[in-house]
């Protein structure tokens, strides 16, 4: 849109003359503000503090992070903003973290994916006791669990290790994860194809970049306050896939259904991040009804 830029930059302008303002008015800075507002709850302070040191330095946030780390002013200010900008790099290791892992390509050959695929299948594949049928990359055996083929080393696509891992998360749950294996047709939802495509749903979450460049994080809000690692990103994907499945079977769908309902699914995910609450337990609910 032509008057877009213009607009943009007058909305920077305001929002600048406001926190001078602000600053003759309190004698505070824009963070000092924060820190010292304790109605704010500790996710939306991490926010605000990240956006705040976007918006008023030139450096970079790295660069923020390395000086508030070396600093020898230890204020009580200081203080607590090194426990948000702590908080902040280990949130971009995990990014880097995960990332890695999702790049890293599934194959028949590496001895830590094959034992992954070995887990999987004595645990979801072979559910019968008297089913000893030693576990192979290529069988008919893995559409049962939903992948689309024979050969599921072509269904990992963009999520690479990171979904296979996922299922292997989820299966050492064995009881709750054959209830979503074994849904009856017409609702069922092709169990593996379906956690590929929920784990997507949480990466994307991590970071988000605009078209206007600008960065957000909406999952910060739920590792502002849970530990920031690979761990609690599988523990946080488990509840969120259970959510799904529980939103899945009260909608009563068929896989015909899956894009539509997972758009919502994600729309809501995202609202809840946006609003600064963690993402706990029946957003589900929340989601409009069409």
């Known amino acids: 849109m032509p008057f877009s830029l213009p607009i943009r930059v007058i909305s920077q302008w305001l929002l600048l003359f406001q926190r001078i303002f602000m600053f003759i008015l309190t004698g505070k800075s824009m963070l000092e503000r924060i820190i010292a507002n304790r109605t704010i709850s500790f996710p939306l302070r991490v926010y ?5 040191i976007n918006f008023t330095s030139s450096k970079s ?33 995990l990014i880097s973290q995960i990332e890695e892992i999702r790049k890293t390509q599934v194959t028949s050959t590496d001895a830590e994916h094959l034992d992954l695929f070995e887990k999987i299948w004595s645990r979801l594949v072979t559910q019968s006791n008297d089913d000893h049928e030693p576990m ?15 050969n599921p080393l ?7 290790v990171l979904g296979l891992q996922s299922i292997e998360y989820l299966s050492r749950d064995e009881s709750t994860c054959l209830t979503y294996v ?36 909406p999952l910060l809000t739920y590792f502002s306050v849970h530990p920031c690692n690979v761990n609690e990103f599988f523990r946080l994907f488990s509840f969120v896939f259970n959510e799904w499945h529980q939103f899945w079977i009260d ?37 409009p009804k069409q």
Request: with cysteine; aromatic share 10%.
């Open 182 to 217: 074994n849904i009856r047709p017409p609702n069922d939802y092709s169990f593996a194809i379906g956690v590929i495509n929920a784990v997507s749903w949480l990466v994307a979450l991590l970071e988000i970049e605009s078209s206007k460049n600008d960065i957000t994080h």
């Open 154 to 160: 072509t269904d990992f696509r963009g999520m690479g």
């Open 48 to 52: 605000q503090i990240k956006n705040s």
């Open 61 to 93: 946030l790295d660069y923020e992070i390395n000086q508030t780390k070396i600093d020898k002013n230890k204020s009580l200010i200081h203080d607590q903003l090194y426990t948000v900008i702590h908080k902040l790099e280990l949130y971009q290791k």
């Open 251 to 287: 909608q009563k769908a068929d896989i015909m259904q899956f894009e539509q309902l997972s758009k919502r699914f994600r729309a809501q995910m995202l609202v809840e991040c946006q609003q600064g609450r963690p993402l706990r337990q029946g957003f589900s609910k929340r989601i």
């Open 136 to 150: 192979t990359t290529i069988s008919k055996r893995w559409t049962k669990i939903g992948f689309q083929g024979p």
